[in-house]
């Protein structure tokens, strides 16, 4: 039966008979959802929009449960948008606040314009509320139809308190009273703690006070909102009686706000140390997440880690509630105090060590600032780190501005830089998923040879040589690049067929590493005849260098080297590479 009704809230317009144990099914257009099963429903919103708009509690009544069902199986399609509103206001008069959702959106689905529609907005607002979903709540009440409306403003206000808002809860409570002062005692005392909860956080306790008088003197989470509001209004012993009495016999709720007000006690009567207080915050939060406890115990961190100027702390609680929490207009001031702590414990003047100053960028990345002043921060870091050695730490920093704040043709100087830092570190598979993800077609000629470049020695360190050639066509120092591989290699012949020869004069370092290694190379594959043509060549222009000796040696005849020498004349070849940077990053990652 339930089955067949839940059809009807979907949009079925009949229900099929039990054909259960006869061998027959039902024809398919008595089956929701095909041929003429889902009725074209005239629309709603007009009809709604005329009838009386809700303004208190009264409002909030219609079938449910099995009469509720009935109408519904009995509806038509010109009267079951009527029926399933009806049933909709019952829910949320019953507090069911997910079920009347759930109508809602059926409702919804059928007819858009009931968007457009005050009365249903209000409906929505409230069955959201129930289900603690405020933001959005206040979202959906915020039309300007429902600005003076009593019942909007007691929902609004009441999810505006939930949501950490008190502010602007309280600036809800004159509109609604009307429509809480019309509810019974029972009904009233959600709307009251509500209210009284904010004016506390609003920093206005004695108003909180009067309000919470309308309950007996039992109850646990009046009670805790009275301590609350005593110690705020400068009577801690009494606050803290009632916080004791509140957490004797409250739930779990109740008791987490009793502790919390306990160690605000404690710090406002100076009766609790601060680190003692951070410790039972610490704990508190342990036991209890989410919700207004968590936040005002994270806010009391930050306040107390501010004083102690512990930096760590104070970037792990603000860290928290910027990214679980919605702060309203206290964000802003926050996140830039907070901004100005990071960026001060990265400085390199800061005392804080190089690795616990990555560790903090890492772990509180988040909080860096937006474009070029957050760019900047962790690229000079990334430098400390690489002028360090800390190659894979470096890497780790650019990879993350790489794939979550770098866009479009931004991506290839650091993809390059990411990919190099990657191949330093000994991970050229981590290199080159660097540069293959980000490709694009928007990088200009020099980039995208830049970026082959990389591509090439990330697969030469993996043993792809075959490969890592074939990445270097057509790029104007392919050949240097695959000289400095056959080197590294130590395939000789291939080194010899690569290698390009300057002219004899004016030789730089690169270019006397050039010939030095050709001639190491045609030495241990013996051609000597290359060897005197490539000594008579080049004596000249080496007579006058440094790595004169180194030349003369590597090019005499085979048969007359010392082979105590050679270790010399080796290590007396010039550093850099005839590949430039490329054949830098070669050796280093070599």
Same mark, same amino acid.
């Not at 039992?218 to 301590?227: F, H, I, M, S």
């Not at 697969?459 to 050949?479: E, F, N, S, V």
């Given at each position: 039966m339930r089955t067949a009704l839940i059809a009807l809230l979907a949009g079925a317009t009949t229900v099929a008979p039990n054909t259960a144990g006869?061998?027959?099914?039902?024809?398919?257009?008595?089956? #929701?959802?095909?041929?003429?099963?889902?009725?074209?429903?005239?629309?709603?919103?007009?009809?709604?929009?005329?009838?009386?708009?809700?303004?208190?509690?009264?409002?909030?009544?219609?079938e449910t449960g099995e009469a509720g069902w009935a109408s519904l199986a009995a509806s038509r399609p010109e009267n079951r948008q009527l029926r399933r509103w009806t049933y909709a206001?019952?829910?949320?008069?019953?507090?069911?606040?997910?079920?009347? !959702?759930?109508?809602?959106?059926?409702? %919804?689905?059928?007819?858009?314009? !009931?968007? !457009?529609?005050?009365?249903?907005?209000?409906?929505?607002?409230?069955?959201?509320?129930?289900?603690?979903?405020?933001?959005?709540?206040?979202?959906t009440l915020a039309t300007g139809e429902l600005a003076a409306n009593p019942e909007a403003c007691a929902w609004r206000m009441r999810a505006l308190a939930h949501s950490g808002d008190a502010q602007a809860a309280i600036r809800q409570v004159n509109c609604a009273l009307p429509a809480i002062n019309g509810r019974s005692p029972e009904a009233r005392a959600p709307f009251v703690l509500a209210a009284a909860g904010a004016a506390i956080d609003a920093g206005q306790p004695k108003p909180a006070l009067a309000w919470l008088a309308l309950f007996g003197d039992q109850n646990p989470e009046a009670n805790v909102l009275r301590g609350r509001a005593l110690i705020a209004a400068g009577d801690p012993q009494a606050g803290r009686i009632r916080l004791k009495r509140a957490a004797r016999n409250g739930d779990a709720a109740v008791r987490a706000q009793a502790k919390l007000g306990t160690i605000e006690a404690g710090l406002?009567?100076?009766?609790?140390? #601060?680190? $003692?207080?951070?410790?039972?915050?610490?704990?508190?939060?342990?036991?209890?997440?989410?919700?207004?406890?968590?936040?005002?115990?994270?806010?009391i961190e930050l306040r107390l880690a501010n004083e102690a100027h512990d930096l760590r702390a104070q970037l792990r609680a603000g860290a928290a509630l910027i990214r679980y929490f919605k702060l309203g207009a206290k964000v802003a001031p926050m996140l830039a105090e907070l901004q100005a702590a990071l960026a001060g414990a990265l400085a390199p003047?800061?005392?804080?060590?190089?690795?616990?100053?990555?560790? !903090?960028?890492?772990?509180?990345?988040?909080?860096?600032?937006?474009?070029?002043?957050?760019?900047?921060?962790?690229?000079?870091?990334?430098?400390?780190?690489?002028?360090a050695g800390l190659y894979a730490r470096a890497a780790e920093l650019l990879q993350y501005q790489l794939t979550r704040r770098a866009q479009d043709v931004a991506q290839g100087p650091l993809s390059v830089?990411?990919?190099?830092?990657?191949?330093?570190?000994?991970?050229?598979?981590?290199?080159?998923?660097?540069?293959?993800?980000t490709e694009?077609?928007?990088?200009?000629?020099?980039?995208? %040879?830049?970026?082959?470049?990389?591509?090439?020695?990330?697969?030469?360190?993996?043993?792809?040589?075959?490969?890592?050639?074939?990445?270097? $066509?057509?790029?104007?120092?392919?050949?240097a690049?695959?000289?400095?591989?056959?080197?590294?290699?130590?395939?000789?012949?291939?080194?010899?067929?690569?290698?390009?020869?300057?002219?004899?004069?004016?030789?730089?370092?690169?270019?006397?590493?050039?010939?030095?290694?050709?001639?190491?190379?045609?030495?241990?594959?013996?051609?000597?005849?290359q060897l005197e043509v490539l000594r008579k060549r080049y004596a000249a222009a080496f007579k006058t260098l440094p790595s004169g000796q180194a030349f003369d040696l590597l090019t005499r005849n085979v048969g007359s080297i010392d082979p105590a020498a050679i270790g010399a004349a080796m290590t007396a070849i010039p550093q850099a590479s005839p590949a430039g940077a490329i054949g830098d990053l070669l050796d280093a990652s070599s």
């Amino acid at each position: 039966m339930r089955t067949a009704l839940i059809a009807l809230l979907a949009g079925a317009t009949t229900v099929a008979p039990n054909t259960a144990g006869t061998g027959t099914a039902p024809a398919a257009a008595s089956r #929701p959802g095909t041929g003429a099963a889902t009725a074209i429903l005239p629309p709603f919103a007009a009809e709604l929009a005329q009838m009386p708009t809700i303004t208190g509690a009264s409002g909030w009544h219609g079938e449910t449960g099995e009469a509720g069902w009935a109408s519904l199986a009995a509806s038509r399609p010109e009267n079951r948008q009527l029926r399933r509103w009806t049933y909709a206001l019952g829910l949320i008069g019953e507090g069911r606040g997910a079920e009347a !959702l759930g109508v809602l959106d059926v409702m %919804q689905t059928r007819d858009r314009d !009931l968007g !457009l529609v005050a009365s249903f907005l209000l409906a929505r607002g409230v069955a959201l509320t129930l289900v603690a979903r405020d933001e959005d709540a206040v979202s959906t009440l915020a039309t300007g139809e429902l600005a003076a409306n009593p019942e909007a403003c007691a929902w609004r206000m009441r999810a505006l308190a939930h949501s950490g808002d008190a502010q602007a809860a309280i600036r809800q409570v004159n509109c609604a009273l009307p429509a809480i002062n019309g509810r019974s005692p029972e009904a009233r005392a959600p709307f009251v703690l509500a209210a009284a909860g904010a004016a506390i956080d609003a920093g206005q306790p004695k108003p909180a006070l009067a309000w919470l008088a309308l309950f007996g003197d039992q109850n646990p989470e009046a009670n805790v909102l009275r301590g609350r509001a005593l110690i705020a209004a400068g009577d801690p012993q009494a606050g803290r009686i009632r916080l004791k009495r509140a957490a004797r016999n409250g739930d779990a709720a109740v008791r987490a706000q009793a502790k919390l007000g306990t160690i605000e006690a404690g710090l406002a009567t100076h009766s609790l140390a #601060p680190a $003692d207080a951070m410790k039972q915050l610490e704990a508190l939060r342990f036991g209890w997440r989410g919700g207004a406890v968590e936040q005002r115990a994270l806010e009391i961190e930050l306040r107390l880690a501010n004083e102690a100027h512990d930096l760590r702390a104070q970037l792990r609680a603000g860290a928290a509630l910027i990214r679980y929490f919605k702060l309203g207009a206290k964000v802003a001031p926050m996140l830039a105090e907070l901004q100005a702590a990071l960026a001060g414990a990265l400085a390199p003047d800061s005392g804080v060590s190089l690795p616990e100053a990555a560790g !903090l960028y890492w772990d509180y990345r988040e909080l860096a600032p937006a474009g070029g002043e957050g760019d900047a921060m962790v690229f000079r870091l990334a430098g400390r780190l690489q002028d360090a050695g800390l190659y894979a730490r470096a890497a780790e920093l650019l990879q993350y501005q790489l794939t979550r704040r770098a866009q479009d043709v931004a991506q290839g100087p650091l993809s390059v830089k990411v990919a190099a830092l990657h191949i330093l570190a000994g991970h050229p598979d981590r290199a080159l998923d660097a540069i293959r993800s980000t490709e694009q077609a928007g990088y200009s000629a020099a980039m995208q %040879q830049d970026r082959k470049r990389i591509e090439a020695v990330a697969l030469h360190r993996l043993g792809r040589t075959d490969a890592a050639m074939a990445a270097l $066509d057509g790029l104007p120092d392919a050949h240097a690049i695959r000289a400095e591989m056959r080197w590294q290699a130590k395939d000789w012949g291939s080194f010899v067929g690569e290698n390009t020869l300057p002219a004899p004069r004016g030789l730089s370092e690169p270019a006397q590493a050039a010939v030095l290694r050709q001639a190491v190379a045609l030495a241990m594959l013996g051609r000597e005849d290359q060897l005197e043509v490539l000594r008579k060549r080049y004596a000249a222009a080496f007579k006058t260098l440094p790595s004169g000796q180194a030349f003369d040696l590597l090019t005499r005849n085979v048969g007359s080297i010392d082979p105590a020498a050679i270790g010399a004349a080796m290590t007396a070849i010039p550093q850099a590479s005839p590949a430039g940077a490329i054949g830098d990053l070669l050796d280093a990652s070599s």
